[in-house]
């Protein structure tokens, strides 16, 4: 009798073992004697209770962490509908595909900006008897970079249309004077430490053979004849720079029939 009744009490705690082990975390065994085996009893619901704390928890914490994932996921898609939209407002300022091809026929744009939006931007003018055409490359990326390429196309438009505008020279100049106007930098100190701006390409073309350009820390490419033609740009962006500001210079070039700028 004394043997069942062990194999009985021994059987009980495996059985309730096994179910604790298949998830089922109710388990509780009624402790009658206090010997080993009424010991193990108790350290086995001792151990339930434990698992069971523990497993209410981690069932606590991830409904937390499932919440927290639901936020980020609606803060992300929020910030990508307005990048999206940003996008939008970005590709409008630049010129339709029909406006390049009318005034560059044999022409072809590549943009890819690396984020939805970036600083990388194009610009077309035209002003009586030429074709005024920017590439510039503004500082930061994303959306940093998108706010200055905005700026900076503004002032391009504005410095194109002044009854004073002369060459590429000054249009880059009055545009560097504009940027630090509108960023509100007043004091020399602050200016030197500034870095906004753009590196940039400008070109003047009277429609036929002359062309005149100015180059901001990116070359002018010239391929003639199968044979590749570079000028080095100035060494300073348009807008703020390290150290002092100098003039931009002007170059002219006369195009031969068969040129690819």
């Given at each position: 009798?004394?043997?069942?009744s062990i194999?009985?009490r021994?059987k009980?705690v495996?059985?309730a073992a ?7 975390l ?8 206090k010997?080993?085996?009424?010991e193990?009893a108790?350290a ?10 523990a ?8 409904k937390?962490l499932?919440?927290s994932y639901?936020?980020i996921?609606?803060?992300n898609?929020?910030i990508r509908d ?5 996008q939008n407002?970005?590709?409008a300022?630049?010129?339709?595909k029909?406006?390049i091809l ?7 744009i590549i ?10 931007f194009y ?8 074709i005024?055409?920017?590439?510039g490359?503004c500082t930061?990326?994303?959306v940093p970079?998108?706010?200055m ?10 410095a194109s249309?002044?009854?004073?505008c ?5 249009i880059?100049a009055?545009?560097r004077?504009?940027l630090?106007?509108?960023?509100e930098?007043d004091?020399k100190?602050?200016i030197d430490?500034q ?6 390409v400008?070109?003047k073309?009277?429609?036929e053979f002359l062309?005149e350009f ?5 070359p002018?490419?010239l ?5 590749l033609?570079e000028?080095?740009p100035d060494?300073?962006?348009v807008g703020f ?5 100098a003039h931009f210079?002007?170059h002219?070039m006369e195009l031969?029939?068969g040129?690819?700028?």
């Open positions: 009798i004394l043997s069942h194999s009985e021994v009980q495996r059985d096994l179910k604790v082990g298949s998830g089922d109710s388990q509780h065994i009624n402790v009658k004697v010997d080993e085996i009424g193990l108790e086995f619901n001792g151990m339930v209770e434990d698992l069971d704390e497993n209410r928890s981690i069932k606590n914490k991830t937390a499932q919440k639901e936020l996921d609606q803060y898609t929020d307005s990048l999206r939209y940003a407002i970005q590709q300022m630049l010129p339709p029909t406006r009318g005034a560059f026929p044999n022409s072809f943009h890819l900006p690396k984020d939805i939006v970036s600083g990388d610009w077309l003018k035209e002003i009586p008897g030429h005024l055409f920017c590439v490359d930061g990326h994303g970079g998108a706010f390429s905005i700026i900076c196309n503004s002032l391009l438009e504005e249309i002044k009854e004073d002369q060459g590429t020279n000054q880059f009055d545009v004077t504009g630090i106007k509108a960023l930098v004091s100190e602050e430490q870095k906004e701006g753009m590196d940039a400008l070109i073309w009277n429609k062309l100015s180059i901001a820390y990116n002018f490419v391929i003639r004849k199968g044979e033609i000028v080095k060494k300073q962006p720079c390290l150290g002092k500001r210079t002007k002219q031969q029939k040129d690819v700028v």
